[in-house]
C-alpha cells in the first residue's frame, strides 16, 4: 500500500500519532490508561492506534483547552464506540453535552463577576453579611463570633 494514501482501517504508530496530534507520547499513554483512547498491540507489544482515535484525541485537546476535566471527558466518551469511528450523530452528541457546560459554567462566572462588582462598590467585605466570604450565610449555622478567623 501507498503510504500516501491512508485507510481508515490503517493503524499509526505511538510516534505518528504524536506527531499528528502534537501530543506527547507519554500523554498518550496516560490517556490511554484513562480509556480516553485505545490501540491494539503487535506481536513485539508495541501499540497500533486505529485513525479514528486521532478524532478523540483532538477533542481530547480542545476539552483541555475549553478547561473541561479529563474525568468530564471520560464520562462523554463512554458513550462513543472505542472500536470504530463515531457517527456523525454520535459526535453531534458530545460537544451538545460540552456546550451545555460550557453554558453552565458562563453562567457561573457571570454570577460571580456581579456579586464582585456589587462587593466591590459596598466596600464593607462583612465576614456577616458579604455573600461572596459568607455565601446564604452559612457560617452563621455554626454560632456566632468568628468562623474563619483562627
Not at 504508530?13 to 490517556?31: D, F, I, P, Q
Not at 469511528?85 to 458530545?94: D, F, G
Not at 462566572?109 to 446564604?136: F, V
Request: proline share 5%; charged share 25%.
Amino acid at each position: 500500500m501507498n503510504r500516501q494514501d491512508p485507510e481508515p482501517e490503517d493503524l499509526l504508530t505511538v510516534g505518528e500519532v504524536s506527531a499528528r496530534t502534537g501530543v506527547a507520547v507519554s500523554a498518550l499513554h496516560y490517556y490511554e490508561s484513562l480509556g480516553l483512547i485505545a490501540s491494539t498491540r503487535t506481536g513485539g507489544n508495541q501499540r497500533r492506534y486505529p485513525r479514528h482515535m486521532i478524532r478523540r484525541i483532538a477533542l481530547v485537546v480542545v476539552a483541555k483547552r475549553l478547561g473541561i476535566p479529563l474525568a468530564d471527558v471520560a464520562d462523554v466518551f463512554t458513550t462513543l464506540p472505542l472500536d470504530r469511528m463515531p457517527t456523525r450523530h454520535e459526535w453531534q452528541r458530545v460537544s451538545n453535552t460540552w456546550k451545555r457546560a460550557l453554558e453552565q459554567r458562563r453562567r457561573s462566572i457571570e454570577s460571580l463577576e456581579r456579586e464582585l462588582t456589587g462587593c466591590i462598590g459596598c466596600g464593607c467585605l462583612s465576614m456577616k453579611a458579604c455573600y461572596l466570604l459568607n455565601p446564604n450565610d452559612e457560617l452563621a449555622q455554626e454560632g456566632p463570633g468568628a468562623r474563619r478567623v483562627t
